[in-house]
C-alpha cells in the first residue's frame, strides 16, 4: 500500500486551487461541497469556473500564482495542464509543508484524490494509487450500482441511535456485539423499505432487552471454516462475515496471510495446528471460555476442514459442552 488512506475535516479550511477550466471547477467545486473556503487562482475565467466563482465561499484571484498565495493554506490543488506552473506549485506547497494534489502527475503530489460514491455520510473511495485509473473508473461504477440509495438512511438512523446503544452497553465488545446483531438483523430492510417507525420499535425493543439486568448473558459461538485452497475470493460470504464479526481467530498455521487478513482487524488471533491427530486440551477450554464470556469465535482450517477428520473431532467436542457451533465448508478450486 503505497499511500494512508484517510479523510480530512476542511470545514472552514482554506483550500487554494491553482489552474482552469474543467480541471480545477471540478478540485474547486469537491473542497467547497466538504465545506472548504476555496481561494481560485485563474487568469482565466472559463465558463467551468463561472458558478464555482459566484460561490459565496471562493474567492477568485485573477493573477499568476505567487508563492505567498499559500499563507494560511489547508491544501493545495494544482489543476493545469501547464507543467511547468504545476511543478512551480508542486515545489512551493512542498516546502511550505502544505499537502499538495497536481491532477494527472502522481510524481507531485503529496496526497491523491481516490474515486469516490456516497451514501450521505457514507463515502466509499477507491484508488490504485495512480497507476490505473481506468480501472479506478470501473470499480466505482460498479459500486455506484451496488450500494442502495437507502444506505445514507441507515447510517441517519444509526447515528441518532448510538448514545441510546453506549448508554445501555457501556462495555465495547457488547456493543460491538449489539451492532453486528442489529446489521444481520431485520430492522436495516425496515429503514431500507422506508418502515422508519417499525424500526424504530423494534430498535427500542432491541436495546430494551440488552439493558434488562436479569437477562441472560449472550451466548458466544465457534465458528470453523474451511478456507477451501487459501484463495480469499473463494472463501463464502458467510465465511466472510462471521470473520468480520469474530472476537477470537484460531487460524492453522497453513493458512495464508491474504485469508487470515480477512478477519476483523482488532480480532485476537492464535496460531495453532488445526490439524494435528490431538487438539491440545488446552485450547479447547479456551475456546469453551472464549464462548462462556459471549465472544465469537472462528477457527480458520486449511481446505475443506470441518468436515475432515480433525474438523469432525473438534465439532464433537464443542458440541458435548454444549457450544454452539457454526460450520461453514471450505469452496473447491475450479479446475
Same mark, same amino acid.
Given at each position: 500500500?503505497?499511500?494512508?488512506?484517510?479523510? %480530512?475535516?476542511? *470545514?472552514?479550511?482554506?483550500?487554494?486551487?491553482?489552474?482552469?477550466?474543467?480541471?480545477?471547477?471540478?478540485?474547486?467545486?469537491?473542497?467547497? *461541497?466538504?465545506?472548504?473556503?476555496?481561494?481560485?487562482?485563474? #487568469?482565466?475565467?472559463?465558463?467551468?469556473?463561472?458558478?464555482?466563482? @459566484?460561490?459565496?465561499?471562493?474567492?477568485?484571484? @485573477?493573477?499568476?500564482?505567487?508563492?505567498?498565495?499559500? *499563507?494560511?493554506?489547508?491544501?493545495?490543488?494544482?489543476?493545469?495542464?501547464?507543467?511547468?506552473? @504545476?511543478?512551480h506549485v508542486s515545489r512551493a506547497a512542498r516546502e511550505a509543508g502544505i499537502p499538495i494534489n497536481a491532477a494527472d502527475r502522481t510524481a507531485l503530489c503529496s496526497f %491523491?484524490?481516490?474515486?469516490?460514491?456516497?451514501?450521505?455520510?457514507?463515502? /466509499?473511495?477507491?484508488?490504485?494509487?495512480?497507476?490505473?485509473?481506468?480501472?479506478?473508473?470501473?470499480?466505482?461504477?460498479?459500486?455506484?450500482?451496488?450500494?442502495?440509495?437507502?444506505?445514507?438512511?441507515? @447510517?441517519?438512523?444509526? =447515528?441518532?441511535?448510538?448514545?441510546? /446503544? =453506549?448508554?445501555?452497553?457501556?462495555?465495547?465488545? &457488547? *456493543?460491538?456485539?449489539?451492532?453486528?446483531?442489529?446489521?444481520?438483523?431485520?430492522?436495516?430492510?425496515?429503514?431500507?423499505?422506508?418502515?422508519? =417507525?417499525?424500526?424504530?420499535?423494534?430498535?427500542?425493543? #432491541?436495546?430494551?432487552?440488552?439493558?434488562?439486568?436479569? !437477562?441472560?448473558?449472550? !451466548?458466544?459461538?465457534?465458528?470453523?471454516?474451511?478456507?477451501?485452497?487459501?484463495?480469499?475470493?473463494?472463501?463464502?460470504?458467510?465465511?466472510?462475515?462471521?470473520?468480520?464479526?469474530?472476537?477470537?481467530?484460531? /487460524?492453522?498455521?497453513?493458512?495464508?496471510d491474504g485469508v487470515s487478513e480477512k478477519v476483523r482487524r482488532d480480532a485476537e488471533t492464535v496460531a495453532a495446528d488445526l490439524i494435528s491427530e490431538q487438539i491440545p486440551?488446552?485450547?479447547?477450554?479456551?475456546?469453551?471460555?472464549?464462548?462462556?464470556?459471549?465472544? &465469537?469465535?472462528?477457527?480458520?482450517?486449511?481446505?475443506?476442514?470441518? %468436515? =475432515?477428520?480433525?474438523?469432525?473431532?473438534?465439532?464433537?467436542?464443542?458440541?458435548?459442552?454444549?457450544?454452539?457451533?457454526?460450520?461453514?465448508?471450505?469452496? $473447491? $478450486?475450479?479446475?
Amino acid at each position: 500500500m503505497t499511500y494512508l488512506p484517510i479523510l %480530512i475535516d476542511i *470545514r472552514n479550511q482554506d483550500v487554494l486551487v491553482v489552474g482552469e477550466g474543467h480541471l480545477a471547477a471540478r478540485k474547486a467545486r469537491a473542497a467547497l *461541497r466538504a465545506g472548504a473556503r476555496v481561494t481560485l487562482v485563474t #487568469a482565466a475565467e472559463t465558463p467551468p469556473l463561472t458558478e464555482i466563482i @459566484a460561490d459565496a465561499n471562493c474567492r477568485h484571484l @485573477a493573477e499568476p500564482f505567487r508563492e505567498n498565495h499559500l *499563507r494560511g493554506t489547508r491544501l493545495v490543488f494544482a489543476a493545469t495542464e501547464d507543467d511547468d506552473l @504545476a511543478k512551480h506549485v508542486s515545489r512551493a506547497a512542498r516546502e511550505a509543508g502544505i499537502p499538495i494534489n497536481a491532477a494527472d502527475r502522481t510524481a507531485l503530489c503529496s496526497f %491523491i484524490m481516490p474515486a469516490t460514491v456516497t451514501r450521505g455520510p457514507i463515502v /466509499v473511495a477507491v484508488s490504485t494509487g495512480g497507476d490505473a485509473p481506468i480501472l479506478t473508473r470501473s470499480l466505482r461504477a460498479h459500486l455506484e450500482s451496488m450500494l442502495p440509495a437507502s444506505l445514507g438512511i441507515l @447510517a441517519g438512523f444509526i =447515528s441518532e441511535r448510538r448514545k441510546q /446503544v =453506549s448508554d445501555a452497553l457501556p462495555d465495547f465488545d &457488547s *456493543r460491538r456485539r449489539f451492532w453486528d446483531g442489529f446489521m444481520d438483523g431485520p430492522i436495516p430492510e425496515r429503514v431500507s423499505d422506508g418502515d422508519l =417507525s417499525s424500526a424504530a420499535r423494534l430498535f427500542d425493543a #432491541a436495546v430494551e432487552k440488552i439493558a434488562d439486568p436479569d !437477562a441472560a448473558p449472550p !451466548a458466544g459461538t465457534v465458528t470453523i471454516v474451511g478456507c477451501g485452497p487459501g484463495d480469499p475470493d473463494l472463501l463464502t460470504f458467510k465465511a466472510l462475515r462471521l470473520m468480520q464479526q469474530a472476537d477470537v481467530a484460531v /487460524v492453522d498455521a497453513g493458512i495464508p496471510d491474504g485469508v487470515s487478513e480477512k478477519v476483523r482487524r482488532d480480532a485476537e488471533t492464535v496460531a495453532a495446528d488445526l490439524i494435528s491427530e490431538q487438539i491440545p486440551d488446552t485450547l479447547i477450554q479456551q475456546w469453551v471460555q472464549w464462548a462462556d464470556q459471549g465472544k &465469537s469465535v472462528v477457527c480458520l482450517g486449511p481446505g475443506n476442514f470441518p %468436515i =475432515s477428520d480433525a474438523g469432525r473431532r473438534i465439532v464433537a467436542t464443542l458440541s458435548s459442552m454444549n457450544i454452539q457451533t457454526i460450520i461453514v465448508e471450505g469452496v $473447491a $478450486a475450479e479446475g
